[in-house]
C-alpha cells in the first residue's frame, strides 16, 4: 500500500490510542529455557563502528560462522565483503543503510539499499527520518521506509530503525505503526549511536504495537546474558550487539553492585569487586 493511498495520521490516531490502552494494562511476558548458546540464532553480530578495518571485519565474520549467528551487520562499504566471506554459511550478510542519523533524502536512501543488495546484502537496517517523526510528518516517514523496501523487494528484509531514545511512546507507536503499513519486516529500537539503546519497556511497547507476525530487533547496550533474555522475553526476535561471543560463551554477566553486605575482609565474596578499606 502507497503512503499516498492512505490516511496516515487517521491510522496512526486509532492505532496509538489502542496500543497505549493495551499496554499500561498488560502484563510482563515469560520464557525459560534459555542457555547461552540458545541465544545465537537471536544475534546479528555487529561491527559499525566508523575506524573499523578489514581485519575486524573478517574476524566478526569467522565469528559468526563458528557460532551460526542470524547474520553479520556492517556499514554498507564492506556488504560485497561479508557477502563473500559468509557464502554458503547460512549466516545472512546484513548493513545499515541511512546510518546512523537516517536524515537523507529518500531517494539516497532507497539508492544506498539498492546498491548493498547488488552487493549481496540480505537484510537492510534502515534509520528512519527522525526528524520528520518529531515533526509529525508521517507520510514522509512512510514514503522514506516505502523507497527502501520496493528498492530491495523480494532480495532482502528491511528492519526499520525508529531510535526509540529520541522519541516519545505516542512516536514509538506511530513510527511502528507506519513501517508496519510500509512493508517492512522488522522494527528495530536503536542505532547504538545516540543516547540511549534499547530497553524493555520500548521492546514490550513496540512489540504491542506491531502484533505477533512482525519482527522485532532490540539494538543497543544488549551486554550480558540477563539483558539478551529479558529482551527476548519483552518480545524481540533479533539482538543487535557486538558483544555475541561473549553472550554465547555464557560471559557479560551483570556488573557486581556492592550492597555493604559487611562480608567483605580481604577479598569480595562475589571476586567481582576490589576491597577497599575493609568495604567491597
Known amino acids: 500500500m502507497s503512503a499516498k493511498d492512505i490516511d496516515i495520521n487517521e491510522i496512526i490516531k486509532l492505532v496509538t490510542a489502542e496500543v497505549c490502552a493495551n499496554f499500561n494494562a498488560a502484563g510482563t511476558e515469560t520464557a525459560d529455557g534459555f542457555t547461552p548458546s540458545s541465544l545465537a540464532r537471536y544475534i546479528d553480530h555487529t561491527l559499525l563502528k566508523p ?13 559468526a560462522k563458528r557460532h551460526h549467528f542470524a547474520s553479520v551487520c556492517v556499514n554498507s562499504c564492506y556488504i560485497k565483503f561479508v557477502a563473500d566471506s559468509l557464502e554458503g554459511s547460512g549466516v545472512a550478510p546484513c548493513c545499515v543503510v541511512g546510518f546512523p542519523l537516517g536524515a537523507m533524502i529518500p531517494e539516497a536512501k532507497a539508492g544506498e539499499a539498492l546498491c548493498a543488495v547488488n552487493s549481496g546484502a540480505r537484510e537492510i537496517d534502515m534509520v528512519i527520518n527522525v526528524g520528520a517523526a518529531k515533526s509529525g510528518d508521517w507520510k514522509l516517514v512512510c514514503k522514506d521506509i516505502e523507497g527502501v523496501v520496493n528498492a530491495v523487494r523480494g532480495r532482502a528484509i ?27 519486516h522488522f522494527v528495530k529500537t536503536s542505532t547504538g549511536f545516540s543516547k540511549g ?61 556492592c550492597v555493604d553486605c559487611g562480608a567483605c575482609k580481604v577479598v569480595c565474596p562475589s571476586g567481582r569487586a576490589v576491597v577497599l578499606k575493609g568495604l567491597c
Do not use: F, W
Not at 528491511?158 to 517492512?184: N, P, Q, W, Y
Not at 533474555?229 to 554477566?253: D, E, F, P, Q, Y
Open 51 to 63: 575506524e573499523a578495518s578489514l581485519d575486524e571485519i573478517k574476524k566478526i565474520c569467522d565469528e
Open 158 to 184: 528491511v528492519k526499520v530503525i525508529i531510535e526509540t531514545c529520541l522519541l516519545s511512546d505516542e512516536e514509538k507507536v506511530k513510527a511502528c505503526a507506519v513501517s508496519k503499513l510500509a512493508g517492512a
Open 197 to 257: 539503546g534499547a530497553t524493555v519497556d520500548d521492546v514490550k511497547l513496540m512489540r504491542e504495537a506491531i502484533g505477533p507476525e512482525m519482527g522485532l530487533k532490540a539494538s543497543g547496550g544488549v551486554r550480558t546474558y540477563e539483558d539478551a533474555v529479558n529482551m527476548i522475553k519483552a518480545g524481540a526476535t533479533r539482538l543487535g550487539t557486538s558483544s555475541g561471543v561473549k553472550l554465547v560463551s555464557g560471559g557479560g554477566a551483570a556488573e557486581h553492585k
